[in-house]
């Protein structure tokens, strides 16, 4: 449910028959699960992807790998041959047949299997075009009907409606997309979803610092608490990504705050101008939007439901001191500073100019 126009995915899949989760918690998502199977963390299984990480712990009560998932649907519908794989272990193991090693033998050495990558390949192959060369002039997008010339497209402009314009791209400092909304010192740190915009546009619209407001799109709204940031354009406003709150009530018509919270509402998937033609990507910055003040009346009614919380700024603007260079991965030798505790720094105040 963080996919672009999520009213328009929630429609589609609550039209489905059977809607079955694969999950380690509760998210909003899981909540529309006929079925929530227990899965794994990445801690619980081995993976291999630029690097590789065995499996830590094994996971608890009935969580499962999803190659489990896949083995055992399969055997049931007759397909066991397409997948026969019962193990993460026993997929490693196919996935690295060609290169004469095994999951085992990976990890023993630690690192990597070495794969041949001839030099100068396309010397021999040419490249991975219609025409076998670099093109410029892209004749595959062609054949699709599109430009095949890169090209600039103007943002849409704004309107007496929607004056503003937002960007869904800067993180919150303590939280990974999604992820770790439920650890309870993360959650003291940020509490709630936060507007970054320029002091100029916060006093034109007649909202206090910290106070709760309302962003809107042609596609939907979210609310969040309304900040300040110095380097901040006039006209622009920074919108926070992937919000919710798991001690929020369940259900459909909260789903742990996703309606309220979520920017995944504001981000539109159906507009020509606000979507990648090419490839259909929705556009995360350059979105038409207005930022209102929410009623005493409105904050008392989210308050009723979330609960009060301190109109608190995570990512306090702070200057941090930046370095050329650093010799060494947790000490900065020529500066005598700790890089570690820069990393804390910046996650505590934010990325500032300095």
């Not at 009907?145 to 103007?154: K, Q, V």
Request: proline share 8%.
């Amino acid at each position: 449910m963080s996919f672009a126009n999520t009213k328009r995915i929630y429609e589609g899949l609550m039209k489905q028959d059977l809607i079955v989760a694969y999950e380690h918690m509760i998210t909003p998502t899981e909540q529309l699960g006929d079925y929530v199977l227990p899965g794994d963390s990445w801690l619980e299984r081995p993976s291999m992807m630029v690097g590789i990480s065995d499996q830590a712990m094994q996971p608890p009560g009935e969580c499962r790998s999803i190659v489990h998932f896949w083995h055992e649907l399969a055997r049931r519908m007759g397909l066991e041959n397409e997948f026969p794989w019962q193990t993460p272990e026993e997929l490693l193991d196919y996935r690295l047949e060609p290169g004469n090693t095994t999951w085992a033998e990976v990890v023993a050495s630690g690192s990597m299997p070495k794969m041949e990558n001839p030099e100068k390949k396309y010397e021999k192959t040419g490249f991975a075009t219609s025409t076998g060369k670099v093109e410029l002039y892209s004749t595959i997008i062609d054949d699709l009907s599109f430009d095949p010339l890169p090209c600039y497209r103007e943002a849409s402009p704004e309107s007496e409606e929607y004056p503003l314009c937002m960007f869904i791209v800067l993180p919150d400092d303590e939280y990974y997309r999604t992820g770790h909304r439920h650890i309870p010192d993360l959650r003291k740190r940020a509490q709630d979803p936060a507007f970054f915009v320029n002091k100029a546009d916060l006093s034109d619209l007649g909202l206090e610092e910290g106070y709760w407001a309302r962003i809107e799109t042609l596609t939907g709204r979210m609310v969040g608490r309304a900040f300040i940031r110095s380097g901040m354009p006039k006209g622009l406003v920074r919108v926070p990504h992937g919000w919710w709150k798991p001690e929020a009530p369940q259900g459909l018509s909260h789903m742990s705050g996703m309606w309220s919270f979520s920017d995944a509402q504001t981000t539109p998937d159906e507009e020509p101008d606000l979507i990648d033609l090419e490839q259909g990507i929705p556009h995360m910055k350059g979105v038409p939007c207005r930022l209102t003040k929410l009623t005493t009346a409105e904050v008392k009614k989210l308050e009723s439901v979330f609960g009060e919380t301190l109109p608190m700024p995570n990512a306090v603007e702070k200057n941090v001191p930046k370095r050329e260079s650093t010799k060494d991965f947790m000490a900065d030798i020529e500066f005598g500073e700790d890089v570690e505790l820069q990393a804390v720094e910046l996650s505590l105040y934010g990325r500032s100019s300095g």
